[in-house]
């Protein structure tokens, strides 16, 4: 809650900085609290002293030793005549290597006895403490004459406390560096599957191919994955390597597969035009891109025509059987590859009425040409 104060302290505040901010919390400073008994008497000994300041004993924050600076009487060098000026200063520099600097965030505090509240002053900046400037604070935290009143709860019975936290904001080197690869030139890889007709396994595995750094395999169901069996032809891209890898934890890809027509090229493929997204719905999985261990397949359809009579009825994410016709033949394929989900396809990829039809040359010599090839690829890193 940020602190209000009177008309007449208002004004004696005028020349504070316009980013300085007092708030009131209950809670405890973080780091370093400063009781101070016979303060009456600590300002009349700062008085008559050159120095005009009290030190706090050393405390540790954030990894490194500080001390607390207060002015009973105002730093009057730094226009704090009149005040309660209180400073952060680092401490215990031995041992620092030449040119050393620490950069902080810190908040100063001033206790209201009465309400049980801490006066928190601060301006949110992070500060750079260093061999030439090694402590930064507030020449101006309060008016004397608002700290000197017991009714303000600052000053009680000649008594107040004082405190501090400090978060030294210190680079581990931690970080990432993402980038997208558009169309590498490794990213295409085509695999033979001989003797098609012969084929009893339920799946096979292509080769391991390296493309964007990555090894990469195909999988293929001949006679269809689990509710295609029969049907379709299941075909599968697979990241062979991701759990092994160390500086890259997920991939995003944008793939194409492909079934090629060996006479004319008027291949088979799924490919990508951002259309569809996959989803669950329950009836209508032909047209449907996701993971192969998935018990759910389908495609939310960005401008399909859903009856008005059933379309008033539905709620955003029910899902309904829709008649689907005059769709393009590309469909969007954009998938994150992870360790948890390291494989991407289509169950119902081409029927295999389709894949036997001898007019579509999908099959010459008993032999499938099956390619993958890979649009668009993140590269995620850990920085150096």
């Known amino acids: 809650m940020k602190k209000e104060f009177t008309e007449e302290e208002t004004g004696a505040m005028e020349k504070v900085a316009l980013d300085t901010v007092w708030e009131e919390r209950h809670v405890a400073p973080a780091h370093y609290t ?47 005549d009149g005040y ?30 009465l309400q049980d509240k801490y006066l928190t002053i601060g301006d949110g900046r992070l500060r750079r403490f260093c061999a030439i400037k090694n402590q930064w604070g507030f020449p101006q935290v309060l008016p004397l004459n608002t700290f000197n009143n017991a009714s303000n709860g600052y000053l009680i019975g000649d008594s107040c406390v004082f405190g501090a936290e400090v978060f030294v904001i210190k680079s581990e080197g931690k970080g990432e560096h993402f980038s997208m690869i558009k169309d590498p030139s490794d990213g295409t890889f085509t695999w033979e599957v001989e003797y098609f007709s012969g084929l009893t396994e339920e799946f096979y595995y292509s080769q391991v191919y390296l493309a964007g750094g990555h090894g990469w395999k195909l999988q293929l169901f001949p006679k269809g994955h689990k509710k295609q069996r029969g049907k379709y032809l299941s075909l599968f ?51 449907a891109w996701d993971k192969k261990e998935s018990c759910f397949y389908g495609l939310r359809l960005a401008n399909c025509e859903i009856d008005a009579r059933r379309r008033e009825h539905l709620g955003r994410d029910q899902h309904v059987p829709i008649s689907v016709t005059n769709l393009p033949f590309f469909w969007a394929v954009h998938h994150w590859f992870s360790a948890s989900e390291n494989d991407w396809g289509l169950p119902s990829f081409i029927s295999l009425t389709d894949i036997k039809n001898p007019s579509n040359n999908f099959i010459v010599n008993d032999t499938l040409i099956v390619e993958g090839v890979l649009n668009r690829l993140s590269v995620l890193k850990d920085f150096a």
Not at 251 to 261: P, Y
Request: aromatic content about 14%.
């Open 34 to 80: 400063m009781k101070i008994d016979s303060f009456s008497l600590l300002s009349d000994m700062v008085a008559n002293s050159y120095l005009e300041q009290y030190e706090s004993r050393e405390f540790e924050a954030s990894g490194y030793k500080w001390k607390l600076i207060l002015y009973p009487n105002g730093n009057k060098s730094r226009n704090g």
């Open 237 to 287: 891209l697979e990241l062979d390597d991701c759990t092994k890898s160390h500086t890259v934890w997920k991939l995003f890809v944008e793939f194409t597969l492909r079934i090629k027509d060996q006479v004319q090229s008027q291949h088979h493929e799924q490919t990508s035009i951002n259309s569809a997204t996959a989803w669950d719905f329950t009836c209508n999985d032909v047209l």
């Open 84 to 113: 309660i000026s209180l400073y952060l200063v680092i401490a215990d520099t031995t041992g620092f290597p030449p040119g050393w600097e620490i950069n902080a965030i810190f908040n100063l505090f001033v206790y209201d006895q």
